[in-house]
């Protein structure tokens, strides 16, 4: 018996290592929360595209991001390693992530994929703190970025505060009058040409796309799928923060971004503009990944190419008196994750449109992709591979998975509950199953100890120093006293 299972290990091993290895479609979609259509994070959400995707192969419904703003996460997606040991917790800038050949310079996603036979191609927003141009053998470029946006600095609703901490490009409303002008259409566009080609090789593509990042702009007939008057408000609570840590509370504050009492003057009125505007650009990004989803299928390549969408981040619309995302909290860790396994690789993966409520992480993509395209494993990877969780979930799956924001400032949410710790031990922790809102804050509760106690034990053991890309830009008080005790003034 042990020879035959021998036996049929190694042909399964030369099947998928002898035929032609599939392309990769990488899709990253910028703060998309769960207002999915397939999560059913919000019930008026209109997503028929990544929908579909989802019923191509398997929704992890408890994936979270690595750090929750997007060059933490993406620093820490693209290179496999968690923010605690690249000491990347904040967002990067200047060239130190490209000096750096430890963690970064050569060893991301498309450098491996490039250094083993395949094309590395990339349009929109991939990266963060690292040119894309040197992350990819071709790259279509970023468009108009976060924008367009009206000139001369206009806004249509939310004007920040003048206070002495870093900006924000908050705001929501009808622009500009055409998609044609977007920079996620012409992000399509690229990814569209690119998919109609025949390829001498396989290829690794990325594309980023941007909505639903702030402003909250797109064009009127978006909005108009969501009339005001019939917009569902998600549910808060005024006086959520109560029973959280000052810690938690000085970290978490976000003195130029809205709060719930701008949003609910005037019987909630900047609140459904803000709900419908976030649920439009959703649609309208939907939209864009359904044209790149439909140029896969019509194309050379249908048959033959893994694909992946995710998003970097979660995002609050009003939860915990905020609308943004920057916190250790559900809402701004927990990312749609679909994996769907190449049309030619059949049930090698497990059937098609299930759901997994594991706990993943975003680190997890890497050495989920070399496996299913048949490349060799990275020994340095940090994640797992989410393959035995696409074939048939083991029993010994991790216990939680990991956020970091700020040094030193953790979040590990496993099936059921959602532990965090600051840097000066303060806690919280919530239990989803009778609680989802996170609205009671249980650490002082003696039933919970032994479990408290083992997400203490999951902890980082060792929280690396800031990496010199990181750039001193506070958003808060805190900040600016825990950057300087850091060493960044």
Known sequence: MKRIAFLLAWLAFLHLHLRAKPNALFIAIDDLNDWVGCMKGHPQAKTPHIDRLAERGMLFTNAHCQGPICGPSRASLLSGF???????????????????????????????????????WGVGKIAHGYSD?????????KFSGSGPKPPNGKRFNYYPPDIPYT???????????????????????????RLGRKSDKPFFLGVGFVRPHVPFY???????????????????????????PETSRRMHDLPKYPKLDFLRKNDDEQFRRC????????????????????ALDQGPHA????????????YHIGEKDRV????????????????????????????????????????????TLLEMCGLPPNPSNEGKSLVPLLRNPPDDWRFAVLTTYA??????????????????????????????????????????????????KALPKRDAPYHPSVRSAPTNAWFKEHLARNGLE
């Open 167 to 193: 900006g924000t490009q908050t705001d929501w409303g009808a622009f500009p009058e055409r998609d044609e002008d977007m920079t996620d259409y012409k992000v399509a566009d690229w990814a569209v040409e």
């Open 324 to 367: 943004s995302k920057h916190s250790l909290w559900e809402e701004s860790t927990r990312v749609p994750l679909i994996v769907a396994p190449a049309k030619s690789q059949g049930s090698e993966f497990g059937d098609a449109g299930r759901k997994c409520s594991r706990p993943v992480g975003l680190i997890d993509l890497y050495p």
């Open 133 to 141: 141009r040197k992350l990819f053998d071709s790259y279509g470029g």
């Open 82 to 120: 968690y923010p605690h040991s690249t000491g990347i917790y904040q967002q990067p800038g200047g060239k130190a992530m490209e000096k750096d050949e430890k963690f970064f310079h050569g060893r991301m996603i498309p450098h491996y994929f490039s250094s083993h036979g395949y094309h590395a």
């Open 275 to 294: 709900v419908r505007a976030y649920l439009a650009c959703i649609t309208f990004v939907d939209h864009q990944v359904g044209r790149v989803l439909d």
């Open 407 to 456: 040094r030193e400032n953790h979040a590990l949410r496993s099936e059921r509950f959602r532990y965090m710790r600051m840097e000066d031990g303060t806690e919280e922790f919530y239990d989803h199953k009778d609680d989802p809102q996170e609205w009671r804050n249980l650490a002082g509760d003696k039933r919970h100890a032994k479990t408290i106690k083992r997400f203490r």
């Open 303 to 314: 048959e033959d190419t893994v694909v992946i969408l995710f998003s970097d981040h979660g």
């Open 218 to 244: 797109a064009p009127q007939k978006w909005l108009d799928l969501f009339p005001l008057e019939k917009i569902e408000l998600p549910p808060v609570l005024a006086d959520d923060l109560l029973d959280v």
